[in-house]
């Protein structure tokens, strides 16, 4: 049996209109819908990237999370094997729905490509993946809930086997304004084990 040599670096919740980072509140909003307080955080964190705009909710959920574990994990004068392994329990279907109403009413029939470009739960990858220049391995895996066993095992191989330095895993669930996100990144250092007990306290938190 491979010993497990990785740890947790950071990780970060986004729910219920607010974000902590590493067990701290960093932004959190009175009560209001995902789309604007979505906004509020992207201008809070004085993000420069006018794209996130146009992304899906589920997108721009796992957006933000990535976005503040991977700033300062970024060397922009190498390329970063940062593997990405994301989950969720209701896929894309969020998107999905809305684009099904565009194209349900025959007297209003109007599908919209920039709907339909997110009607897959990994686009969100392709999202973090242009944003921070990232061209390694990413997966986006659908289960009934937060599966930690999987996360570890999988996060764990990619970086025994060297198959990435550093893996950023999420659990990124939207459906209909219901929402929450767990992201964190394992790397080969850290003050918190890699493993399932660890995760799941730090998913329920």
């Known amino acids: 049996m491979i010993e497990n040599k990785t740890y947790i670096k950071s990780f970060c919740t986004i729910q219920n209109n607010e974000i902590i980072l590493n067990g701290e509140t960093i932004f959190k909003t009175e009560p209001t819908v995902f789309s604007d307080f979505s906004k509020k955080a992207f201008r809070n964190f004085e993000i420069d990237y006018p794209k996130f705009f146009k992304m899906d909710n589920l997108s721009k959920l796992a957006f933000l999370g990535a976005e503040l574990l991977l700033k300062n994990e970024i060397d922009n004068t190498k390329e970063n094997n940062i593997a990405l392994v994301f989950a969720n329990k209701s896929s894309s279907l969020d998107t999905d729905v809305k684009y099904q109403k565009s194209i349900s009413d025959a007297a209003n029939y109007f599908p919209s490509p ?92």
């Not at 709907?115 to 993946?129: A, H, K, R």
């Not at 066993?149 to 086997?161: D, Q």
Request: glycine fraction near 4%; charged fraction near 25%.
């Open 114 to 205: 920039a709907v339909f470009v997110y009607t897959l739960p990994n686009i969100c990858l392709g999202e973090i993946s242009i944003r921070h220049q990232l061209k390694s391995e990413n997966s986006f895996f659908i289960f009934e809930a937060f599966n930690p066993v999987f996360m570890e095992n999988y996060a764990n191989v990619l970086i025994n086997i060297k198959k990435a330095d550093k893996v950023l895993c999420g659990w990124v669930e939207y459906f209909d304004e219901e929402y929450k996100a767990f992201l964190y990144l394992v790397a080969s250092e850290g003050n918190t084990k890699h493993q399932k007990e660890s995760l799941e306290t730090l998913y329920n938190k």
